[in-house]
């Protein structure tokens, strides 16, 4: 027993993490959340869709991702071991299909013919069209209208998997008017769409169903790190906007109390210009959107504050609930790196490994690289590598003053 | 006891004892612009309103359609916060003291006010409901409590969709009145069936001796008249939002658009109550 053991029983049955979470929506979706949790509930520990999940993770996805060793990069900055979690090698090219995988499967134990999605960096409206491709499913994807324009590879990739994507012109368009799109929608379509959500955020099940469906890579990094390492990792690493892939790393080492965990956020300009989207780390009072508890970045009078961060899919106000009981009670500690930090540590892993990994990965990239250099060689960090970088290359061309 | 704490309950005992039905107009506070609210409130009241609903405007109205996102955007153009909203109230009852006004929005202006000092304000300023509609019942705890004590009482929504047992528990907790959202969707959708909105309303009254007043879809006198046959009341809001977005750029035009529209619902409501 752990004194984090209880943090593994959450959320309650109501969908609460402590304070956080919760269930914070319009009427007109509780019916089609209460069936997601009848449905989630009954097939969570049915074997037979246990097994599917496996089997579509291991020969559509490509799962295990490796767990590889950064050397020479640990090499040049001189301290500790820094592992990379490869989930920029699935399918698709980000973990965030991990999570569609078993929400398709949830969706097409709905028998709902249609699925939507909200996304910021495009990688899970990729991920959802993905799936709704293979499983023959209409699929619709809400993008801000500003993050269509700066990823526009993967609103081209969406379009050439046969999903519609729907640029939203409202608010600060991007990734929270995604969602409030997509919630739009799913009210009004409930009988035949499945939300598929892609982070563990929203309305309960949402933030337990996808940490469940992300968990596998830090169930892999696990059992990699006691065969590769011969032990458990110092510490984790991963970048935190929505925080899926955080959760996905962090969860099954959560009563492994020798390993520490740093979840990273988007510090934009720098946490003290006020252009970041780092809740966490900056403290930001509790509120409550997009269906639940949480830290929450908005003005006195409670309007969401618009965010500002280098990386599309960080872009966002509040972060998942679990989060933000993990900073309370101590397990994880939530840090920020600046937009020019995150640049460098793209670069730098690009040249030094030849991984170009996304923008929001670099992130966590950033941080490992600070954590490594105040540690002894003989410390481990993994570090979840999250995403690949191609639909970031417009974004550091034009930082580099390159139109192609 | 609070004098106003139960102004919504002596509207609609008096409206049933008068054989009448409730006209509930929806307009957004600061829009467009907040100097003319409290205007429209009165102008409200005299074509035949009995009940007001005041949006506080949010950045993220994720239950409402165009026409109340935009009147949000024009709203908060103004920097109107939830403070403004209850000084409109307060400043609304200097002339009317009887007409219930409940506020409707969403949850996070009052998390962020805290709802220790929105309940002492909102109960000063002389408001009587609140609708938050992402805030159903069981996320209340003990901020029910808080706010009946405050002499305000917790509205709730019903959907086509709500189930049995959480109309139950929705109709247990309800006070004032329950708003029935009478289509699946946004606010400001389109079609409406009065006939199958009253099947559902008449399995509703087995739970609950609540008025069951009814909202989405009613643009006009005449569908404000058939949903008026089988509810206890009308809920109109995209439709007047509508009429005041066409006039921001006159809104001295407003107060008369919104007599004129809510005069027809009026009429409409009242001539089938008397047939």
Known sequence: MSRFSDLTQLPDASGHFGPYGGRFVSETLSFALEELDKIYASLKHDPDFQAEFDRDLTHYVGRPSPLYHAERWSREIGGAQIWLKREDLNHTGAHKVNNTIGQALLAKRSGKPRVIAETGAGQHGVATATVAARLGLECEVYMGAEDVERQKLNVYRMRLLGAKVVPVESGSRTLKDAMNEALRDWVTNVDNTFYIIGTVAGPHPYPMLVRDFNAVAGREARRQSLEQIGRLPDALVACVGGGSNAMGLFYPFVEDEEVAMYGVEAGGDGLATGRHAAPLTANAPRGVLHGNRTYLMSDEGGQIADTHSVSAGLDYPGVGPEHALWKDVGRVEYVAADDHEVLAAFRELTRVEGIMPALESAHALAHAKKLAASLPQDKHIVVNLSGRGDKDIHTVAKIDGIEF | ?275
Do not use: W
Not at chain 2, 126 to 142: F, H, I, S, Y
């Open chain 2, 1 to 275: 006891m609070n004098q106003h704490a139960n102004r919504i309950d002596r509207r609609f005992a008096a409206l049933k004892a008068a054989g009448r039905k409730a006209l509930i107009p929806y307009i957004t506070a600061g829009d467009p612009a907040p100097a003319h609210t409290v205007d429209f409130m009165h102008a409200c009241v005299e074509a035949g309103a009995d009940v007001i609903e005041l949006g506080v405007p949010f950045s993220d109205p994720m239950a409402d359609g165009p026409v109340i996102q935009k009147a949000c955007e024009r709203a908060l153009v103004h920097g109107t916060r939830l403070s403004h909203v209850l000084e409109m109230v307060a400043a609304f009852r200097e002339r009317d003291s009887e007409t219930p006004v409940v506020l409707m929005g969403y949850l996070n202006p009052i998390e962020r006010m805290g709802y220790a000092a929105f309940a002492r304000q909102a109960r000063d300023a002389g408001v009587d409901g609140v609708l938050a509609v992402d805030m159903p019942p069981e996320e209340m705890g003990e901020n029910a409590a808080l706010f009946a004590d405050h002499g305000l009482q917790s509205i709730f929504l019903l959907a086509p969709t709500t189930s049995e047992q959480r109309a139950t528990t929705i109709c247990h907790h309800g006070q004032g009145y329950l708003y029935y959202v009478s289509l699946k969707g946004v606010t400001g959708a389109a079609t409406l069936d009065a006939e199958a909105v009253g099947a559902q309303l008449a399995s509703l009254r087995a739970l609950t001796e609540l008025p069951l007043c009814v909202g989405f879809g009613i643009r006009d006198g005449a569908t404000a008249a058939a949903i008026g046959r089988v509810a206890d009341g009308v809920i109109v809001g995209s439709a007047l939002v509508g009429r005041i977005a066409e006039r921001a750029d006159t809104p001295e035009t407003i107060p008369q658009a919104l007599r004129e529209i809510l005069g027809e619902m009026r009429e409409a409501l009242d001539r089938d109550a008397r047939a």
